[in-house]
């Protein structure tokens, strides 16, 4: 095995290790309970035992039948509460920990830059935090007081049937550990084999949501049969997982019962020969009595249970050691985060003035990115040209606090952009990106933001000056339409308008555009220039990365990073 996958398995430990952390008082109690309601299985088959005895050999018992019935009973009872008090901490210690583990995780990726990804698609993510998290929940609940009733049950139950039985009790001793050695040997097994079919869950939501994403290109290009062959070899790959899954579990429970009924079966053998007088030896000083023999006859299953319950949450830790593996996976994925919190506060104070000094970016791939020096003062409008890779969109995503520079300095309205001031300048900023996006309400709700700012003539200007009004006419249901999260009913151009109009609305005084006129005809990015410009003549400080030479030579200067490569 490589070194690489028992390094990825130990962070999975240690992973897994930290989310029992949070909740280790209530699983040790949940274990607790759980393990003396097994154990009162003992003083119940023995109530059992006597009664049966007593009306086998017509002699009278401890007690009669009805004291023996209401103390069955009253056990039987009391086992019930114990193990549903442990059930119910047990689920709300799980569900504390996974809430915890979520939100902690969806706090994490609230900080990762929108502009610079990492290596895990937002589908791998969101299946992660919604669906395998849950997966988690099962081996908090079941695994810690399974392997407590396993180290408990099993020697109790060992040393009483020694105390009546020495053979029961060799029978049992040589039955019981070959579960665990086999059990072992298959957990290894599983555990892989869970790492791959959460893999295979995450690319089929990756692969299903990028395709979601890319329909109406799909479909121009003649590609759906092509998408449709992805999906079957994507849906068979899990299928196969899935199924290697299914059999080793399969597998872990035809050892476990195989071992078990052996044990079980030669128990039931010994104490049946013994009664009837066939075999003289094996109980201490007087033959095996018949309510001695019930009794190792109740007992016998009960050694095995623990074991059984052991093998069943043993498939769960493996679920749930794929899933810490996940976790740790993206915890150390090579993203970039972004500054500060990402919290709503009240804006930057100070004239919007930006510089940068020695300003450099180092890629997750070693890549090394100097920007040169400039300042841009408040109203001005700047271009960033240069080639395709060559950092513009790099650039303003360090504009906007949106990544921290491997080194250099920014400074925005006066302060240092860092931790402490980046979500106050965000306040402040505006930005408009080449995939326009768009939250599941209504396109007013997407133009304003916020309902407390509600401003009907505001919205109808900025949608004018943007030229976007004739858009937002020709919707179905107008201000009041659901575009989706892609903008389904407006084209790619459209989308932009309707940004611009967004960003006009806002009246934001800082404005940074990520090639707004890309892949644009001619007409329609003449019209998203012009609603730019209409930023601009509003005093709004203007940063376009850019491609296009027209809208580049109306601002008022440019910096070329190609040029400075």
Known sequence: MSDLTESRKARADARLATMLALVCRQLSLVSLLSAIASLLWIPQAGTVAVLLSALISGEPGLFGPWIAS?????????????????????????????????????????????????????????????????LVAAYLTRYAPAM????????AVLVVAFSLSWVVGIILLAAGPLIPVFMALVGLAARDASERQMQEVGSMNALLLERIRALTDLRLLDATRRTLEDFEAAADRLRRETMEVLRIAFLSSAVLEFFSAIGVALVAVYVGFALIGELNFGAWATPLTVGEGIFLLLLAPDFFQPLRDLASAWHDKAAASAVAGEIADLENDPSVDILGEGTACPPLPGPAVIATNALVWVTPSGRRIEFPDMAVEPG?????????GSGKTTLLALLAGLAEPSDGLIEVAGDRLDDRTADAWRARLTWIGQTPHFSNESLRANLILSAARRDDARLKDALVQASADGIVSALPR????????????????????????????????????????????????????????????????????????????????????????
Not at 73 to 89: D, E, K, N, P, V
Not at 380 to 388: D, H, Q, V, Y
Not at 530 to 550: K, M, P
Request: hydrophobic share 45%.
């Open 148 to 155: 407590a009733r396993t180290r408990i049950v099993p020697l």
């Open 380 to 388: 001005r409008t700047l271009a960033i040209t240069g080639p395709s």
């Open 478 to 565: 107008g201000l009041d339409t659901r575009l989706g999260e892609t903008g389904h009913g407006v084209s790619g151009g459209e989308a932009r308008r309707l940004m611009v109009a967004r960003a006009l609305y806002s009246h934001a005084d800082i404005v940074l555009a990520d090639e707004p006129t890309a892949d644009l005809d001619p007409e329609t990015a003449q019209a998203v220039g012009e609603g730019l410009l209409a930023l601009a003549a509003r005093g709004a400080t203007l940063i376009v990365a850019t491609h296009d030479v027209d809208l580049a030579a109306r601002l008022d200067s440019v910096v070329d990073l190609g040029a400075t490569r």
């Open 70 to 134: 209401g103390l069955f009973l009253a056990i039987g009872i009391l086992r019930a509460a114990l193990s549903w008090t442990a059930g119910g901490i047990a689920f709300t210690a799980s569900d504390r920990a996974i809430s915890r583990e979520r939100a902690k995780l969806l706090a994490a990726q609230s900080r990762r830059s929108p502009v610079i990804a990492g290596q895990h698609s937002s589908a791998e993510i969101a299946s992660l935090a919604a669906d395998k998290l849950d």
